[in-house]
């Protein structure tokens, strides 16, 4: 599936990937530094002691999200009408990406301290997004054991930009940068959880164009039949 439709043209089709690959750069930025801050071997600081004295999770989580959300704009673009064995071959990739950042995203959210401005609000935001990430991802694999493609592209399309709430977060942040008198657990919390709900529903969104697109051609379809 790809997030082309009958109803977007080939401009707006390149524009949602521009979108796509500005989400990705702060986060693939933001860590890329904390891997290099954890192998370069840093101090030890308040900010950082969750990831220095226990970094498996946080570098497996950087790796396979950073993979998940790269990787994954080429599953959405045209390029993917190339090849059916080079989008199988990198759904994969994506596939198992998505569920390294979910796991390794649960596996931070149970066992590692709070720090900051954490709360359990977040805590809960984090636990129903990991486990939903991975309900979508599950539901993607089953519709295409039922040779259901497009229910697969639904899924995979609803994980991946779920997924890039991590990109969308960076721009829920701003105005809690900018008024920094109002920083506290709950506009955290919000500013978090925004991310993840704003992405959900331009997800559904995506989705129901698509439906309506589809639902407008077959009518067409039909009248033209009738008419013969
Ligand atoms: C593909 C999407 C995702 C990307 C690109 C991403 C990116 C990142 C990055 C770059 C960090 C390091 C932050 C830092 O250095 O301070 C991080 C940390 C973290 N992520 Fe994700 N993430 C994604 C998905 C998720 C999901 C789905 C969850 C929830 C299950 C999650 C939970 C966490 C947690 C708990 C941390 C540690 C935060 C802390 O203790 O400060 N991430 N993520």
């Known amino acids: ?9 080939p401009i707006s089709r390149w524009f949602v990937l521009f979108l796509m690959v500005v989400l990705c750069v702060v986060p693939t930025i933001a860590g890329g530094m904390r891997l290099m801050q954890i192998f370069s071997g840093a101090d030890i600081t308040e900010e950082n002691a969750r990831f220095l004295t226990a970094p498996i999770p946080i570098v497996l989580h950087i790796l396979s999200s950073i993979i998940f959300s790269v990787i994954g704009i080429l599953q959405f ?26 796991f390794t995203g649960l596996w931070m959210t149970l066992f590692y301290p709070w720090y900051g401005l954490d709360s359990v609000g977040l805590y809960v935001i984090r636990l129903i997004v990991g486990v939903i990430l991975s309900w979508f991802l599950c539901q993607a ?18 994980a991946y930009v779920l997924g890039m ?37 331009v997800a559904e969104i995506i989705l129901s164009k698509k439906q309506k697109s589809l639902s407008g051609a077959l009518n067409n379809v039909r009248r033209i039949n009738f008419n013969k």
């Open 77 to 102: 673009s045209p390029l993917r009408h190339c090849s059916i064995k080079v989008h199988r071959m990198i759904g994969y990739i994506v596939w198992f990406s998505g569920v390294g950042s979910a």
């Open 165 to 201: 709430g991590a990109g969308t977060q960076v721009l829920t942040h701003i105005p809690f940068f900018i008024f920094s008198e109002y920083q506290n657990e709950l506009t955290r919390t919000i500013c978090m959880g925004a991310g993840w709900v704003i992405n959900l529903m």
């Open 141 to 158: 694999v089953w519709s295409i054991l039922n040779r259901d493609f497009r229910a697969h592209g639904r899924w995979m399309l609803r």
């Open 1 to 9: 599936m790809t997030l082309s439709s009958s109803t977007q043209t």
